[in-house]
């Protein structure tokens, strides 16, 4: 199987999705969630009329910045930050089921931890594959389709905002660190093939290397994708609303993980190898 | 059959036995006979649900430190958080969760209520930071006593305030049972009240938390050892929130209530019911895959997916790890990528096979050559995991309680799962697998 034939497909492919994405991020940016920018997401069950709801809160003069209905007699509200009094002056009115206020000072925290997590594990990644291959091109290319799912990780979910309401949360970026391992889990295996098919035979073309490693792992890839694609696709469409755009963002992730092992790190490494050559 | 594979089946067994028992419910009822699941002596066998499944509060308060000398907020944060605990104790909550934390310099209050659906009342409770004050009552003359206030009752300040308070608790008066109030003084305190004891015997004393009168007992008798008991006609929930606000004038730092969450009983036993639905289907699909690609193969898979679930419930149990949904989702993914070492197993013992192996060679040689991808492969998601989970409590990386849910799961998950992919599949498959030359 001639798998790295493809690499100029491959490169259309994973440039058009990154164009998409960053088109998406510099027009419509992100739904963010009160995890980000601070504010209140209160979840409530009553049998009255969202108009009524809406009374209810302008006779206390709160704003009210969104109201969604979940299910029968379920909303969400969302608003600026609601004081405690303000809250027990309504709060008889309904029932309660959930309540989430928050500053904006957690965002800004939110942000600059999830950064210093992903250069971190990066290093970390650069570092392990680096040292178990014994060959920095490796580990340039595991953590290079990293980048470039993570990329298209968040500029899917500027897109799922500004068409589904999909929001960023904290939640959103566990998905993402995950992504980043899940995609290298992958990567891993071919290279890991790649390493033992040169060890058989040292003077082998590095893309045809690549080409036996591919085709003898890609089943596997292919298998053990779907399993995982089962397990967040149930979550998906039976789990909870509250999590179901968690289980979306790590769907998203675990595709462009597959992909991407064949289709970004190791044409990477072929490049490099190339350079080297010369 | 060898020696050793015949013990490590065995081992197998136990360990299976060992998980149902742990699994069990408490009481089985199996043809009219009753079946208890054994005490642990160390802990509850119960599941540890999270706030957001079982319901309840999480509170993050901001500590103002900035009005305390330095060498002096270590002590203070110590004792604020001691002040709370108590607080909240009399609140009445019980496995309340209290942390400190630090975030780049900004110490914080992480407080977690579990159970609690009202927290209105707990933030009043936890977060006043009135000043408490001790004042006496006066004389007013009679044509005054229309315009005057409470305020101007008591307006003999006996120099008694919050900081001269040690602790304040709920006792029950041994004479007739009826719940009592008891204040504990500092020796500073105790001269100052024995002054105020004498000065207003047989008149009244009020407390006052910033300008509210909390309460104001009549003086009996002049208190010289500085132990002293408010009685009255209390409720012992009276009694206790007296308590709690009188506990609540000493905190010896300033805090202001950063963020609260609350989440009804309801919504997390939903969560629960739907995250575990979601679950089963999905490792009802992950089985019929297994045996549809693998057949026989797939259907040991499957029987080591079985154990791996049992293996990784009785540890959530043992340790305990506290379930959060986030956590839920962390073990459904680690389902998946237990059957990834299965996965990669078969597909060598298949290349294998394809050479012309026999069977027996081939699956040893299929679980040798992919040991060294499974190696490699999960420790790079270990090594995602434990950024997630920030064991050393690092403050610039995450340290919220559905991140760390999530990363404990996962990583518990991969371990378990390498081991039933790897060992108990393949000496399942050594003692049942087919003799094929």
């Not at chain 1, 993570?150 to 897109?159: D, K, M, P, V, Y």
């Not at chain 1, 469409?237 to 462009?256: D, E, N, P, Q």
């Not at chain 2, 609540?248 to 969560?271: E, M, R, V």
């Not at chain 2, 090594?383 to 690092?394: H, M, Q, R, S, V």
Request: proline share 3%; glycine share 8%.
């Amino acid at each position: 199987m001639n798998i790295m034939k493809f690499r100029p497909v491959f490169f259309i492919l994973s440039g058009l999705m990154i164009v998409i994405s960053l088109f998406s991020i510099i027009k419509w940016r992100f739904q963010l969630s009160v995890d980000f920018i601070g504010g209140t997401v209160w979840e409530i069950n009553t049998d009255k009329s969202k108009s009524d709801i809406e009374k209810i809160f302008q006779k206390e003069k709160i704003e009210i910045n969104s109201i969604s209905q979940t299910s029968t007699n379920q909303y969400v509200l969302k608003f600026k930050p609601i004081s405690n009094e303000d809250k027990q002056k309504i709060e008889p009115n309904f029932k309660t089921l959930r309540f989430e206020s928050l500053g904006p000072s957690l965002g800004k925290e939110l942000m600059r931890k999830t950064i210093v997590a992903i250069i971190l594990s990066s290093l970390a990644l650069l570092w392990f594959i680096g040292s178990k291959f014994k060959d920095w091109t490796f580990g340039l290319g595991a953590i290079l389709a990293n980048f470039h799912d993570a990329f298209i990780l968040i500029g899917s979910f500027s897109l799922f905002g500004h068409f589904f309401g999909a929001e960023l949360d904290t939640l959103f970026v566990t998905a993402l660190l995950t992504t980043l391992s899940s995609s290298v889990h992958d990567t891993v295996v071919t290279f890991d093939r790649m390493r033992e098919l040169k060890h058989q035979n040292l003077k082998i073309d590095w893309v045809q290397l690549a080409n036996q490693a591919v085709s003898e792992t890609i089943v596997r890839s292919i298998n053990n994708s779907m399993t995982i694609i089962f397990m967040l696709t149930s979550l998906v469409v039976l789990g909870g609303a509250s999590t179901r755009w968690f289980a979306a963002a790590l769907l998203v992730g675990c595709i462009c993980g597959t992909y991407s092992s064949t289709a970004v790190a190791i044409p990477i490494v072929l490049f490099f190898k190339k350079l080297q050559k010369h | 059959m060898n020696k050793k594979v015949q013990k490590n089946f065995w081992l197998i067994i136990g360990l299976v036995f060992l998980s149902l028992i742990i699994n069990m419910p408490k009481k089985l009822t199996i043809n009219n006979r009753d079946f208890y699941r054994p005490n642990f002596k160390y802990r509850s066998l119960d599941l540890k649900y999270g706030l957001d499944l079982a319901g309840g509060a999480s509170l993050i308060f901001d500590i103002d430190t900035t009005k305390t000398k330095k060498e002096d907020i270590p002590s203070a944060l110590e004792s604020l958080k001691g002040n709370i605990e108590r607080r909240v104790n009399l609140f009445g909550v019980s496995e309340a969760n209290i942390q400190l934390s630090n975030q780049m310099g900004q110490n914080r209050l992480i407080i977690e209520l579990p159970g609690v659906e009202d927290i209105s009342q707990a933030i009043n409770l936890i977060g006043k930071t009135a000043q408490l004050s001790f004042k006496g009552e006066i004389i007013i003359p009679p044509e005054a006593t229309a315009t005057a206030t409470v305020k101007d009752l008591f307006s003999k300040d006996t120099g008694l305030n919050g900081s001269h308070l040690v602790r304040s608790a709920v006792k029950i008066n041994p004479n007739n049972g009826e719940p009592e109030v008891s204040l504990e003084f500092s020796p500073e305190g105790s001269k100052l009240f024995e002054a105020a004891s004498k000065e207003f015997l047989n008149k009244r004393l009020a407390i006052f938390l910033d300008d509210t009168v909390v309460s104001a007992p009549v003086v009996n008798t002049v208190i010289t050892d500085g132990n002293a008991v408010i009685s009255g006609k209390f409720t012992s929930q009276d009694a206790k929130t007296l308590a709690a606000q009188l506990n609540a004038g000493a905190l010896p730092l300033s805090i202001k209530l950063l963020q609260q969450d609350q989440i009804g009983a309801t919504l997390g036993k939903d969560s629960i019911d739907k995250g575990v639905k979601a679950g089963l289907i999905g490792l009802l699909l992950v089985s019929i895959f297994m045996i549809g690609n693998y057949g026989y193969l797939g259907f040991i898979a499957d029987i080591g997916l079985i154990i791996y679930g049992l293996i990784t419930l009785s540890l959530y149990r043992l340790i305990p790890v506290t379930l959060t949904f986030p956590g839920i989702v962390g073990f459904i993914l680690s389902v998946g990528m237990a059957v990834d070492s299965n996965i990669l197993i078969f597909a060598r013992m298949r290349e294998e096979l394809r050479r012309g192996k026999p069977w027996n060679m081939a699956m040893e040689l299929g679980f040798g050559r992919a040991w060294d991808s499974i190696k490699d492969a999960n420790t790079c998601t270990i090594i995602t995991g434990l950024i997630l989970f920030n064991p050393f409590n690092w403050t610039f990386l995450n340290t919220s309680g559905m991140v760390r849910g999530f990363a404990v799961t996962l990583i518990l998950g991969i371990f378990i799962g390498i081991f039933t992919g790897v060992f108990v599949t393949r000496n399942l498959l050594r003692v049942l697998g087919r003799q094929k030359s």
